[in-house]
């Protein structure tokens, strides 16, 4: 152990090491007396700290201590890893900076009736509380009383065949001039939307380099749940993406997210939807899948499709084929 002056106003540093672990700060006294207790407090502290296991040295952690680290080890490499730390981050100003073994069952309660009483959705709720579990979980903590609340599958909103040729003609004939010249483009992302089920991010960021027109496949590397995936070109799809790529340029389609939703909106105003709030471009991904589902193509697929993590996601298409249901009737009346 050594404690020594440093500096013209005589302060006291100490330097010491413990199992590998070196400390070298000022003491903040100006005795050796005062400064040998700081000393001798901070060893014990670090000798304690080493005799615990990894668990309980985690159980140690304030919440936002917890969070920067999650997202070192595991969310920055991830492709949402940045909204995933926003998320949870939120959590310090809702919780506070606790140690994360103050988690409990209370402090979960609370949290969802703070939550509740801003009129917040269920889903925004369970993204809190998914994210406090992979918190816990992560640093082996107890996880167990953070359950998710049972949300509502609600409606799955599908476009008619009559809704996608207007909405498709409304963009369509917009003139190639001014403001709204790109909506044109548009319309033909919203064929491929359809025809493919993709999400908006996949067919944005889409490259020519992993569209094979010898095998009519389109190959999607990046996405939501990090599934690469390789989607079959319908008629439609195969003519408007080889029509686009006399263009010259390595994407189908020179658009954002902002550009694509603005011209949506504006067919649906002109369509009269605007109070239907479940008719947004997503809407394109549940028509796919609708349509493979009508079509008699079993879950499986329409799963391995759209890229769906487990078959349970996929499952809320199932009942929209009663087409099956009816055939287990008539087996009954044999």
């Not at 999650?70 to 949402?80: A, G, P, Q, T």
């Not at 981050?89 to 009736?113: F, M, N, T, W």
């Not at 190639?176 to 919203?190: D, F, H, I, N, T």
């Given at each position: 152990?050594?404690?020594?002056?440093?500096g013209?106003?005589?302060?006291?540093?100490?330097?010491?090491?413990?199992?590998?672990?070196?400390?070298?700060?000022?003491?903040?006294?100006?005795?050796?007396?005062?400064?040998?207790?700081?000393?001798?407090?901070?060893?014990?502290?670090?000798?304690?700290?080493?005799?615990?296991?990894?668990?309980?040295?985690?159980?140690?952690l304030?919440?936002?201590?917890a969070?920067?680290?999650?997202y070192?080890?595991?969310?920055?490499?991830?492709k949402?890893?940045?909204?995933?730390?926003?998320?949870?981050?939120?959590?310090?100003?809702?919780?506070?900076?606790?140690p994360?073994?103050?988690?409990?069952?209370?402090?979960?309660?609370?949290?969802?009736?703070?939550?509740?009483?801003?009129?917040?959705?269920?889903?925004?709720?369970?993204?809190?509380?998914?994210?406090?579990?992979?918190?816990?979980?992560?640093?082996?903590?107890?996880?167990?009383?953070?359950?998710?609340?049972?949300?509502?599958?609600?409606?799955?909103?599908?476009?008619?065949?009559?809704?996608?040729?207007?909405?498709?003609?409304?963009?369509?004939d917009?003139?190639?001039?001014?403001?709204?010249?790109?909506?044109?483009?548009?319309?033909?992302?919203?064929?491929?939307?359809?025809?493919?089920?993709?999400?908006?991010?996949?067919?944005l960021?889409?490259?020519?380099?992993?569209?094979?027109?010898?095998?009519?496949?389109?190959?999607?590397?990046?996405?939501?749940?990090?599934?690469?995936?390789?989607?079959?070109?319908?008629?439609?799809?195969?003519?408007?993406?080889?029509?686009r790529?006399?263009?010259?340029?390595?994407?189908?389609?020179?658009?954002?997210?902002?550009?694509?939703?603005?011209?949506?909106?504006?067919?649906?105003?002109?369509?009269?939807?605007?109070?239907?709030?479940?008719?947004?471009?997503?809407?394109?991904?549940?028509?796919?899948?609708?349509?493979?589902?009508?079509?008699?193509?079993?879950?499986?697929?329409?799963?391995?499709?759209?890229?769906?993590?487990?078959?349970?996601?996929?499952?809320?298409?199932?009942?929209?084929?009663?087409?099956?249901?009816?055939?287990?009737?008539?087996?009954?009346?044999?």
């Amino acid at each position: 152990m050594a404690v020594y002056k440093r500096g013209a106003k005589g302060v006291f540093y100490m330097n010491f090491t413990v199992n590998g672990t070196r400390i070298f700060r000022s003491t903040g006294k100006f005795t050796k007396k005062e400064a040998k207790l700081v000393e001798a407090v901070e060893k014990r502290k670090l000798m304690e700290e080493a005799a615990l296991s990894p668990r309980e040295k985690a159980s140690r952690l304030r919440l936002s201590e917890a969070i920067q680290q999650v997202y070192d080890e595991r969310w920055k490499h991830n492709k949402d890893g940045e909204k995933s730390f926003r998320n949870a981050s939120r959590l310090v100003a809702l919780i506070g900076d606790i140690p994360i073994s103050r988690i409990d069952e209370d402090v979960v309660r609370k949290l969802v009736k703070s939550l509740e009483s801003t009129g917040v959705e269920v889903a925004t709720v369970n993204r809190y509380l998914a994210s406090l579990k992979t918190l816990l979980r992560h640093h082996r903590q107890l996880w167990d009383h953070v359950k998710l609340k049972k949300e509502r599958n609600g409606r799955i909103r599908v476009l008619t065949r009559g809704e996608e040729t207007k909405l498709v003609a409304l963009l369509r004939d917009m003139p190639s001039v001014g403001k709204r010249s790109y909506y044109p483009q548009v319309a033909e992302l919203v064929e491929l939307l359809v025809d493919t089920g993709c999400r908006l991010s996949e067919i944005l960021h889409l490259k020519y380099k992993d569209v094979n027109f010898d095998t009519n496949l389109i190959s999607i590397w990046i996405n939501k749940g990090d599934r690469p995936r390789s989607i079959p070109m319908t008629a439609r799809v195969r003519r408007i993406l080889l029509g686009r790529r006399e263009m010259n340029l390595d994407r189908p389609f020179a658009l954002n997210v902002y550009q694509a939703e603005r011209a949506w909106n504006y067919a649906r105003r002109q369509m009269g939807l605007e109070e239907d709030k479940e008719f947004v471009l997503h809407a394109l991904r549940h028509t796919c899948a609708t349509r493979l589902i009508d079509k008699g193509i079993d879950l499986y697929t329409v799963k391995e499709w759209l890229g769906h993590s487990t078959i349970q996601v996929t499952e809320k298409y199932a009942h929209l084929n009663p087409k099956k249901l009816a055939h287990a009737a008539s087996v009954l009346e044999l």
